[in-house]
């Protein structure tokens, strides 16, 4: 059975911000980059625990995306009971260990 997705207003913030910082809009190539991190983030609908758990708490799991040094983790946490996964925060990967407070 399918997980349902859903994008906090956090990780919309954070994936609107990268849709600028990367010239989305006027790139061909950053939009083709962009649009496939975003189906990686749909992609979790099947199978969301197929990636590690972060090191800063073992509640949460991180998908990798992209090349170095343009590697983008997604922060999400899988809750069983109601099949779905919470996408929280998605940041550069060589961005300092999050902490619980960058989910606010």
């Given at each position: 059975?399918?997980?349902?997705?859903?994008?906090?207003?956090?990780?919309?913030?954070?994936l609107a911000g990268l849709?600028?910082?990367?010239?989305?809009?006027?790139?061909?190539?950053?939009?083709?980059?962009?649009?496939?991190?975003?189906?990686?983030?749909?992609?979790?609908?099947?199978?969301?625990?197929?990636?590690?758990?972060t090191p800063e708490r073992a509640q949460l799991?991180?998908?990798?995306?992209?090349?170095?040094?343009?590697?983008?983790?997604?922060?999400?946490?899988?809750?069983?009971?109601?099949?779905?996964?919470?996408?929280?925060?998605?940041?550069?990967?060589?961005?300092?260990?999050?902490?619980?407070?960058?989910?606010?």
């Open positions: 059975m399918a997980y349902r997705v859903s994008i906090t207003a956090r990780a919309e913030r954070d849709f600028e910082r990367i010239g989305a809009e006027h790139s061909e190539k950053a939009l083709e980059w962009y649009l496939g991190l975003r189906e990686s983030v749909r992609s979790l609908k099947e199978m969301p625990n197929r990636c590690p758990v799991r991180h998908l990798l995306y992209g090349q170095k040094p343009h590697v983008y983790r997604v922060i999400y946490r899988v809750l069983e009971k109601e099949k779905r996964v919470d996408v929280l925060h998605i940041r550069h990967g060589a961005r300092q260990k999050f902490t619980p407070t960058d989910l606010d």
